[in-house]
């Protein structure tokens, strides 16, 4: 769950970065200070990810990428995509982890 969670966000950075270069030349310099805050947040969530609190910040993060979408309206549709990444990160995550804790409950393999 963490190494999914930790790759969609990581990706966020970049897509985040991708979008304040598309915002610097034509909007105010808030908007470059709210992206590098969401920067500087998201590597904060990815470590703590092995907590609860880093996957209800990485959920909040997902609409504060949605608010840039009013500065650059393209990313409406690549944070819809990213949305769902996190969202099948959840859920795949939790599928795996459930499937790992039953393959450690039987034990070690008998090598024979």
Not at 22 to 51: C, N, Q, S, W
């Amino acid at each position: 769950m963490k190494v999914l969670g930790s790759t969609v966000l990581s990706m966020e950075i970049f897509i985040m970065g991708f979008a304040m270069l598309l915002a610097k030349d034509t909007h105010e310099p808030a908007t470059l200070i709210y992206g590098f805050a969401f920067m500087a947040i998201t590597v904060l969530a990815i470590g703590l990810l092995r907590k609860k609190a880093g996957w209800i910040l990485g959920s909040l993060l997902q609409f504060a990428l949605m608010a840039y979408s009013v500065v650059v309206p393209a990313m409406w549709f690549v944070n819809l995509i990213f949305m769902g990444l996190w969202v099948a990160a959840i859920i795949v995550g939790r599928k795996g982890e459930a499937a790992r804790a039953a393959l450690l409950s039987q034990g070690p393999p008998n090598p024979q």
